[in-house]
C-alpha cells in the first residue's frame, strides 16, 4: 500500500473533500455535497489517493491468483524465455487452510445467533429464545447468496485485512459485501465506522435494474429519486439501434427503451454495457447518514438524494478489520497477503532457481570447436551408442549443488511464514518424537487450521455486529415472504409474534464455535465436557452428546443419531409448584408472592385443579371431603392468575387459567349448595325421628325416669368443652402446617434467588 505520510490528516478531511459542515447559522441542516459534479470530484480525489494501494492489492490478489513471481515479457526481452517462471501456490494454499478454519466457525454451528427476549419468564423465555435463534439460523442459511457472502467476507478480510458488509437500505436484511475496491473511505480515517466522514461504494446496474427503480415514477420521485435523470442515463447508455430510440427526446426514447424491457427484451441486457453507479454515503453532524447517487461517467444530478436514511454508520455498514493498523488508520491495516508477499516472490523465484539448476545439472555439456561445427552438430544413436559428429567435445562440468544451497532457504522461509502467519501453530509436539499420545496426533493433523485468538476475538466482534443488524432489520421487515414464513415456523412452534417484536436486539450474540475454527480442538474440549458430565443436568448430557455427533458426522445428520432436545430445563420453581400441590391437597391455604415465576407455577397447578374437578363432575371424590382443597387451590391459582395478567407472552395461559377457575367457581358453589341441602335433610330427618321417638314413648305409656337437670346440663358442659378443644387442636395443628408450607416455600424462594446469582 502507498505511503500514508503523504496523505492529508483526518481533521483536513472536510476541506479537502470539499464538504461542508452541514449545518446553517440557524442551526438547519445543509447537503454537505454541493451537487453531482462536487460528488464525482470527491469520488476521483479518493481514488487518486488509493491507486498505490490499488496497484498493491491487484498485485498480491495476482500472487493468491497465480501469477508468476517474474514478468514473462521482461524475460523474452532479456534473451531468457527458457527460464523457469512458476507460481507454486504456496500462497493459496495458505488461503485455503486459513479460509477453512473460517468456513468452520460457521459450518459446525447449529445456530448463529443467540437473541434475548423481554417478555415471559425464564424457563418460557430460554425456550422461546432458543427457538427464535434456531429459526434465523435456517432464515439465514436459506438465503442462496448468505455461503458465497460469507466466503467473500472472510476471503477479503484474510487478503487484505479489511473486509466491508454493507446494507443497500434500511429496510432489506440481505446484506452484500465489498473490500477497499468496491468502497471508498478518505485516507487517515481511524479504523472505527462512527469515524468515518464519507465513504463511495461502486455498483454497477443493468438497464433494466436502473428502470426498476422508477417504475412507479410518483413513488420513486417520493423517496428520493430523480426520475429524470435516470431517464437521462439509461437512454444515455443505450447502444443498440433500430428499435425506436437513439433520436428525438430524452422522454421518447426512454418511452420505447421502457418498452422494450416491459416486454422482457433480454437484447437489451446483453448488448448494452452496464451503468456505473457512485453512492456517497456522508455523516451528518447527529450521526445520521445521508445518502447521494450519481452515475461515474458525466453526471448533470444526482439520481438518488435522501438526507440522514440510516440513522447510525452500523446500520449502513460494518467493517471487519484485522486489528488498527500502525497507526489505527483503515489503510495501515494489514492482512495475509501483504505480510507473506515478498516471502512468497522470494520462494517462487528460488524454487524456480532450483529447478533451472537441476536442469542444468542434468545437461549433457557439448563444446563445438568452431561456429560451422556448431552448425554441423548432429548426434546419431546407435542402440546404446551415441556417435557426436567430429569438432564437437564433451566437457566435464562443475556445477554447483544448486539444491544443497537453495532448500535450507526454503526450509528457513517457510519456519518464518509459519511463525508469521495465524493460519499454523508455532507450538507443539516433537513431529520426530515417538511417545507422541493420541490426543498429539489429533492435534497434528489438524495444527494447519487453527486461529490466533486475536483474529478470532476481531473477526467476531465484527460478525456480531453484523448479525445484531441482521436481527433487527429481520423484526423490521414482516414485507418480505421469507420473514413472514420466520414468523410462522415460529409461532407454529409455541413462540407468540409479541415476544419476537418485542427482543432486545442490542444483546443480539454471535454465537462463537467450540475450537476456534479447530476440529482436533473442538474434539479435546467435547472430551473435557464428557468427562465431567456426570454432573450436568439431564438436558446438558443430550446436548453434549448431540455436540460430539455433529463434530464426528456433522449436523445436518446428526439428528439421526442424536436428536435435538426441545424439552424445557426444569427449575426450582417447579419443585415448588409441587411441593405446593401436597400442602393444598390437605386444605392448606398457601400465599402467592409476585416474585414467583407464574409461568411455572400455574401449569402445575392447573394440571392437579383440573384433576380435582374431573373427579367430582364424575363422583370419584367426595365433595364434602374434597372441599377444602377445592377452595385452597382455587384461591390459589386465582393469586397467579392475577399476578400473570400483566405479562404478554402469558396471555395464553392466563385465558386458560381463567376457564379452569370458572369451572372451580361453579364447582364450588354446586358443592357448597348440595352440602347445605344435606345438612337441611339431615336436620330434617333428626328432628322426625326425635318425634317419633316421643309418640313411641307415649304410646307404650312407659314413664321413664327423667334424668337429673343439672346432670345433663354438665353433660353438655363437658360435650361442649371437648369439641371446643379439639377444634382448637385442630386449628394449631393447621395453622403449623400451613406455617410449616409458608417457610418451605421461602426457603425454596430464597435457594432460587440465590442460584440465579
Same mark, same amino acid.
Given at each position: ?686 328432628? #322426625?325421628?326425635?318425634? +317419633?321417638?316421643? /309418640?313411641?314413648?307415649? %304410646? @307404650?305409656?312407659? =314413664? $321413664?325416669? &327423667? ?14 368443652? #371437648?369439641?371446643?378443644? +379439639?377444634?382448637? /387442636?385442630?386449628?394449631? %395443628? @393447621?395453622?403449623? =402446617? $400451613?406455617? &410449616? ?17
Amino acid at each position: 500500500m502507498a505511503d500514508n505520510k503523504t496523505q492529508p490528516k483526518s481533521l483536513d478531511v472536510i476541506d479537502q473533500l470539499g464538504l461542508t459542515m452541514g449545518v446553517k447559522e440557524d442551526g438547519t441542516k445543509t447537503r454537505r455535497i454541493k451537487d453531482a459534479k462536487s460528488a464525482l470530484a470527491i469520488f476521483n480525489r479518493l481514488k487518486d489517493a488509493d491507486a498505490n494501494s490499488a496497484l498493491q492489492r491487484a498485485r498480491i490478489d495476482g500472487m493468491f491468483d497465480g501469477a508468476s513471481p517474474y514478468d514473462q515479457g521482461k524475460l523474452n526481452a532479456s534473451g531468457q524465455s527458457q527460464k523457469t517462471n512458476l507460481n507454486f501456490g504456496e500462497a493459496q494454499r495458505l488461503l485455503d487452510i486459513s479460509l477453512s478454519a473460517y468456513v468452520d466457525l460457521y459450518s459446525s454451528l447449529e445456530k448463529f445467533v443467540n437473541v434475548k427476549g423481554t417478555l415471559g419468564e425464564d424457563a418460557q423465555r430460554h425456550e422461546w429464545e432458543d427457538t427464535v435463534s434456531s429459526e434465523i439460523t435456517q432464515l439465514l442459511k436459506s438465503w442462496p447468496e448468505f455461503h458465497s457472502n460469507y466466503l467473500r467476507l472472510c476471503t477479503t478480510f484474510i487478503k487484505h485485512g479489511v473486509g466491508v458488509a454493507y446494507f443497500d437500505s434500511p429496510e432489506g436484511w440481505q446484506f452484500r459485501v465489498g473490500s477497499f475496491e468496491d468502497i471508498l473511505i478518505p485516507r487517515q480515517t481511524p479504523a472505527s465506522e462512527e469515524a468515518i466522514d464519507i465513504s463511495v461504494i461502486r455498483r454497477s446496474y443493468h438497464l433494466h435494474e436502473l428502470n426498476n427503480f422508477i417504475k412507479d415514477p410518483k413513488a420513486a420521485a417520493k423517496v428520493g429519486w430523480n426520475v429524470d435523470e435516470v431517464k437521462r442515463v439509461m437512454t444515455k447508455n443505450v447502444t443498440t439501434t433500430g428499435r425506436g430510440y437513439g433520436g428525438g427526446t430524452t422522454d421518447s426514447e426512454y418511452e420505447a427503451l421502457a418498452a422494450q424491457l416491459k416486454n422482457n427484451d433480454l437484447l437489451i441486457g446483453v448488448e448494452n454495457p452496464t451503468v456505473s453507479v457512485l453512492h456517497f454515503l456522508v455523516r451528518e453532524t447527529d450521526g445520521t447518514l445521508s445518502h447521494y447517487s450519481c452515475v461515474e461517467s458525466s453526471p448533470e444530478k444526482f439520481l438518488y438524494e435522501k438526507p440522514s436514511r440510516y440513522q447510525s454508520a452500523e446500520e449502513a455498514y460494518v467493517l471487519f478489520t484485522y486489528g488498527v493498523g500502525s497507526n489505527g488508520t483503515y489503510h495501515s491495516i494489514r492482512g495475509l497477503g501483504q505480510r507473506i508477499f515478498s516471502h512468497i516472490q522470494t520462494s517462487n523465484r528460488l524454487r524456480c532457481q532450483m529447478i533451472d539448476g537441476a536442469m542444468i545439472s542434468s545437461a549433457v555439456m557439448l563444446q563445438p570447436e568452431s561456429s560451422r561445427a556448431l552448425e554441423e552438430l548432429d548426434m546419431t544413436f546407435f542402440g546404446s551408442y551415441a556417435v557426436l559428429s567430429p569438432n564437437v567435445n564433451i566437457i566435464e562440468k562443475a556445477i554447483p549443488n544448486l539444491s544443497q544451497a537453495v532448500q535450507p532457504a526454503l526450509e528457513d522461509m517457510q519456519n518464518q511464514l509459519a511463525m508469521n502467519t495465524d493460519t499454523q501453530s508455532p507450538y507443539g509436539p516433537n513431529q520426530s518424537s515417538p511417545y507422541r499420545n493420541k490426543d498429539q496426533v489429533v492435534s497434528d493433523m489438524d495444527v494447519s487450521t487453527q486461529l490466533s485468538g486475536a483474529a478470532l476475538n476481531l473477526f467476531y466482534a465484527s460478525w456480531g455486529r453484523l448479525l445484531r443488524e441482521v436481527v433487527k432489520r429481520i423484526i423490521k421487515s414482516p414485507k418480505d415472504k421469507r420473514i413472514s414464513d420466520f414468523y410462522k415456523r415460529c409461532e407454529s412452534r409455541g413462540v407468540p409474534k409479541e415476544f419476537i417484536n418485542s427482543l432486545d436486539t442490542a444483546r443480539t450474540k454471535a454465537v462463537r464455535a467450540i475450537g476456534d475454527g479447530s476440529r482436533a480442538n473442538r474434539l479435546a474440549s467435547l472430551r473435557e465436557l464428557n468427562a465431567i458430565s456426570g454432573s450436568f443436568d439431564e438436558v446438558g448430557r443430550a446436548n453434549l452428546t448431540r455436540d460430539i455427533v455433529s463434530t464426528r458426522v456433522g449436523a445436518d445428520i446428526a439428528d439421526r443419531y442424536a436428536p435435538q432436545v426441545d424439552v424445557p430445563r426444569e427449575t426450582v420453581d417447579n419443585k415448588i409448584a409441587i411441593i405446593e400441590n401436597g400442602h393444598i391437597s390437605q386444605g392448606q391455604q398457601i400465599p402467592v408472592l409476585s416474585s414467583e415465576l407464574h409461568g411455572t407455577h400455574l401449569p402445575i397447578h392447573l394440571e392437579l385443579f383440573g384433576q380435582l374437578i374431573e373427579a367430582l363432575n364424575t363422583g370419584q371424590a367426595d365433595p364434602m371431603q374434597s372441599m377444602p382443597t377445592l377452595q385452597a387451590m382455587y384461591q390459589h391459582v386465582a393469586e397467579h392468575t392475577e399476578f400473570a395478567s400483566g405479562e404478554p407472552a402469558l396471555e395464553g395461559l392466563v385465558g386458560q387459567a381463567k376457564q379452569v377457575l370458572q369451572y372451580g367457581e361453579e364447582m364450588i358453589n354446586n358443592t357448597a349448595k348440595a352440602m347445605q341441602k344435606e345438612e337441611r335433610d339431615a336436620a330434617q330427618a333428626q328432628q #322426625q325421628m326425635t318425634e +317419633e321417638e316421643a /309418640m313411641m314413648q307415649q %304410646q @307404650q305409656g312407659g =314413664e $321413664q325416669q &327423667q334424668e337429673d337437670p343439672k346432670m345433663q346440663s354438665a353433660q353438655v358442659q363437658m360435650q361442649i368443652m #371437648q369439641q371446643k378443644a +379439639e377444634l382448637e /387442636m385442630a386449628i394449631k %395443628q @393447621q395453622k403449623h =402446617e $400451613q406455617d &410449616q408450607a409458608i417457610r418451605d416455600a421461602e426457603a425454596a424462594m430464597k435457594f432460587q434467588e440465590e442460584s440465579r446469582q
